[in-house]
């Protein structure tokens, strides 16, 4: 039967594709304002910082693609906010692209593209890590671009044998670039890459020439792969350290809690005014239920329509794949979790999930019903992901991460320490293990002379003269060295203190 598959219109939406560049753009406004996390400091200090290539090394905390561009562009341009986090920034740009693309092939109406395009991107979870110069923003955006290459060739119904090839190669070479920026996409891109490739394929040759071409397409579906991870992440993955895999869930519902928590995390108040704010958190809990429920309701009625009727449309194939890749995915995970004790994903580390059920509902939302059933549910999903984005977009932020919010003011209390090593040099300072990397961060940033190194505690070295210290956890240290609070967080629990005969009048 020929496809009855709609092409999506050749004119490519410019207010969407201003969006995606406008998204782009705060992306970049936070990576210049938000102060440095305790992670990022930690990629600075051990990979990036040292005279020899210590990015090569395998560690949790090495995500070496972003390590390497990193070193790069420090080496270049300096070391400062926007060159730490220039290269999250550009798997940010490719994420922004893939999405505003897909929504372009997976229909023609406009509203729905918008719709497609903010609650892929907008995800409070996703946009904080599309920021963080960590390997996070690259690995989802390379993720993308994996299941859209073969997306773009099924679109266009490539079935010739050179156009195949070059969706698997190109296809690979994004799984490989995708492991390079974070393993813990590892499982996730294997299986993806492996599931595209069956899906670019299955229309074989026949016969003798059938089994030759599936041979050729595994060659070309490695061969990529292999050479990026050999050289990236090679030395890496042959002399890993033992102890590395702690942080993860005990359970899948330990694993989904902390994916549902972090995509709904705190409305902004700087952008929704008093009644505006109340309204959203009242209906903050109802707004993951509706859209699973959503979501479930047209996936059930979708395979009710399968059956009853031939698959005619790409897209109908496309969410087949993304549903089995991350079904497969998670199942893997949860079996090396009960035979190897490998901890389960969890928030940053099941990025991957918002990811790929974003595709996914937009997808099968995208795709015309075939029964009255299929069309309530389909424009029930629509709403469900409409409400969802408009919640999303009430969330968005210039001043924290949501994992290191404690930190959000180390770079203000830089200043405050710099002013007081500078009457009093030179000036010994101790931190709280919460602040200590950053601290030292921003002093090679600035290149303060005043004081030494942080040293990092609690316990705290003695003949200390300013700390930075957790207004909480170091309330006896404050108190039995009777220090005098000389900058406190206002919206932290960071504060900067010193001994009482430092303290100089303003």
């Known amino acids: 039967m020929p496809s009855t598959t709609t092409r999506p219109d050749c004119s490519p939406n410019w207010w969407l594709i201003a969006a995606a560049a406008l998204s782009v753009g705060f992306l970049v406004c936070r990576a210049a304002l938000q102060a440095i996390t305790i992670d990022e400091a930690t990629t600075f200090e051990l990979w990036v910082l040292p005279a020899t290539p210590a990015y090569w090394d395998g560690a949790s905390n090495n995500h070496i693609l972003n390590s390497v561009l990193i070193k790069l ?16 920034c550009l798997g940010g740009a490719l994420f922004y692209a893939g999405i505003c693309y897909l929504a372009h092939l997976l229909t023609p109406h406009r509203g729905l593209q918008w719709i497609f395009f903010v609650f892929a991107g907008s ?44 969706s698997v190669l190109l296809s690979s070479l994004a799984a490989g670039l995708c492991i390079a920026a974070n393993f813990s996409f590892a499982i996730m891109a294997v299986v993806s890459l492996l599931l595209t490739m069956w899906w670019t394929h299955r229309r074989g040759r026949d016969g003798a020439n059938r089994w030759r071409h599936w041979g050729v397409t595994l060659l070309a579906g490695a061969g990529p792969a292999a050479l990026v991870l050999v050289l990236f992440a090679g030395h890496a993955v042959t002399h890993w350290p033992a102890g590395q895999l702690w942080w993860g869930a005990t359970s899948t519902r330990t694993m989904l809690q902390t994916v549902a928590e972090a995509s709904l995390y705190q409305p ?89 059920l974003a595709l996914f509902g937009s997808v099968i939302a995208s795709i015309q019903a075939s029964s009255r059933a299929g069309d309530l549910t389909r424009k029930g999903l629509i709403a469900a992901l409409a409400i969802t984005s408009v919640y999303f977009l009430t969330c968005v932020r210039l001043s924290h991460f949501k994992e290191w919010e404690w930190g959000a ?26 602040y200590a990397t950053a601290l030292n961060f921003y002093r090679q940033m600035y290149g303060d002379p005043f004081f030494e190194t942080v040293s990092n505690g609690p316990p705290y070295p003695a003949n200390c003269t300013i700390y930075v210290v957790h207004s909480a956890f170091d309330k006896g240290v404050i108190e039995s060295q009777k220090l005098r609070i000389v900058y406190s967080g206002p919206l932290t629990e960071m504060v900067v203190a010193v001994l009482p005969e430092t303290t100089t009048a303003k």
């Open 268 to 356: 902004n108040p700087y952008v929704l005014n008093p009644l505006l704010l109340r309204a959203v958190l009242f209906l903050r809990p109802l707004v993951l239920p509706v859209l699973c429920g959503s979501l479930f309701a047209r996936v059930l009625v979708w395979i009710r329509e399968r059956r009853t009727s031939p698959v005619t449309d790409w897209r109908e194939e496309f969410g087949t794949v993304l549903l089995g890749s991350l079904a497969i995915t998670v199942f893997l995970h949860w079996i090396l979790f009960r035979l190897a004790q490998v901890l389960l994903p969890q928030e940053r580390t099941a990025l991957y999930i918002p990811v790929v």
């Open 123 to 166: 995800n409070p979870l996703i946009l904080d890590y599309l920021v963080a110069a960590r390997g996070y923003s690259l690995a989802m955006a390379f993720l993308v671009w994996l299941f859209l290459i073969p997306a773009r060739l099924r679109q266009r119904r490539g079935d010739h044998v050179s156009a195949q090839f070059r």
């Open 73 to 88: 562009f420090t080496s270049v341009f300096g070391l400062s906010h926007l060159t730490m986090r220039a290269a999250a």
């Open 409 to 434: 003011e180390v770079q203000r209390a830089y200043a405050v320490v710099a002013a007081q090593a500078k009457r009093h040099s030179p000036a010994k300072v101790a931190s709280s293990w919460h």
